[in-house]
């Protein structure tokens, strides 16, 4: 599991109390496969009964085991449904582009064929941000609320290293790109069978769970690092940071289609959550990491402001995983949106 420094932040304290985690035996073993595209199955997991059906979307290179704080609770209100994302967890691998077109177009398909009930309050996190912006611009009428958790959003880059010098984002860029080269690496590597046993230091890294955001017991333990020992799950890694990533001067794949969507969310209840702790970035000066994390806040007003029933808020003592940090937060967000769309308010 790889988070990306301009988007991820460090140190994750232990979930909240007040949540209902998921048992562990649930997010470890494939649930519902759903064919979307032929033979080709994603991953689902669903609990609870009743509508709106809330589905959750996980960050850049996570599977649906980041919600186990949030998704039980949920449940007990509404039916809630993660799945994993192709090639991550328990899905198989696309033959397409790790893309934003292509990853709304899966998550449409799968709505379809696990016969979900439509509109659905769509809940996503970090990169996901991005993937419901242009689901809800492209299936509008499949969307009734939203809630954001830390999103990214199409021109964050930009923005957040508008105060850099040149040679302080090609610095931050060379760090990514060694970081994508060391995913290419893992590949090579589990297409060897050598990540499954692995013997070597840099084996052992590529199926290392020591940088998961979250406490894993030995059940998730063993589960995530069978899931990391494939190759699928680092070559859809490299796709979908590579379009996530701008390249030089030039815009993202991932923001060239959402910004061409024009996507707005009209009235449709929207609660963006923001972390509170700085993003770190090696080698900015405090000036500059202070405008980028202002920055990424006020990209989160932005997207607040495409619905006018849209509200953002900073949570205390998060980092980037806020529904880690905090699930009673994201909880409630939640339970908010979907008691809106109950009451037709």
């Known amino acids: 599991m790889v988070f990306e420094l301009l988007f991820a932040a460090a140190a994750?304290?232990?979930?909240?109390?007040?949540?209902?985690?998921?048992?562990?035996?649930?997010?470890?073993?494939?649930?519902?496969?759903?064919?979307?595209?032929?033979?080709?199955?994603l991953n689902l997991l669903c609990m609870g009964h009743g509508e709106p059906?809330?589905?959750?979307?996980?960050?850049?290179?996570?599977s649906m085991v980041v919600w186990r704080h949030v998704q039980g609770?949920?449940?007990?209100?509404t039916r809630a449904c993660a799945y994993d994302r192709a090639g991550y967890g328990f899905s198989d691998a696309s033959p397409r582009p790790s893309d934003a077109r292509n990853t709304v177009d899966d998550f449409h398909r799968l709505l379809n064929a696990a016969h979900i009930h439509t509109p659905i309050v769509y809940v996503g996190h970090s990169i996901a941000g991005l993937y419901g912006a242009l689901f809800a611009a492209t299936y509008p009428k499949d969307v009734a609320g939203i809630v954001f958790v830390d999103p990214s959003f199409p021109d964050q880059f930009q923005k957040m290293l508008a105060s850099f010098p040149a040679t302080a984002k090609a610095h931050l860029f060379s760090m990514l790109d060694a970081q994508g080269a060391s995913r290419r690496a893992c590949a090579a590597l589990a297409r060897k069978g050598a990540l499954v046993t692995p013997k070597t230091m840099a084996a052992k890294d590529c199926v290392s769970t020591g940088d998961s955001p979250d406490k894993l017991d030995d059940t998730l333990h063993k589960a995530l690092t069978a899931q990391y020992a494939q190759a699928k799950n680092f070559d859809t890694q490299t796709s979908?940071?590579?379009?996530?990533?701008?390249q030089d001067d030039r815009p993202s794949a991932d923001q060239v289609e959402v910004e061409a969507a024009k996507f707005s969310f009209g009235d449709k209840p929207?609660?963006?959550?923001?972390?509170?702790?700085?993003?770190?970035l090696p080698g900015a000066t405090p000036a500059q990491m202070a405008a980028a994390n202002k920055a990424w806040e006020d990209g989160?007003?932005?997207?607040?402001?495409?619905?006018?029933?849209?509200?953002?808020?900073v949570v205390p003592n998060t980092g980037h995983y806020i529904e880690i940090d905090a699930p009673g937060v994201v909880i409630d967000a939640v339970k908010k949106v979907v008691a809106e769309v109950r009451a037709g308010k």
């Not at 979908?240 to 701008?246: A, Q, R």
Request: net charge negative; hydrophobic share 40%.
């Open 12 to 41: 994750i304290a232990a979930a909240g109390a007040d949540a209902h985690v998921v048992p562990s035996q649930d997010y470890a073993h494939p649930q519902q496969l759903v064919a979307v595209d032929g033979a080709r199955r």
């Open 53 to 62: 059906v809330v589905m959750f979307e996980s960050g850049a290179g996570d």
């Open 73 to 77: 609770e949920i449940a007990k209100v």
């Open 240 to 246: 979908e940071y590579g379009s996530f990533m701008p």
């Open 270 to 280: 929207l609660i963006v959550l923001t972390h509170s702790k700085p993003i770190p």
């Open 300 to 313: 989160h007003d932005e997207i607040a402001a495409k619905s006018t029933r849209g509200s953002n808020t």
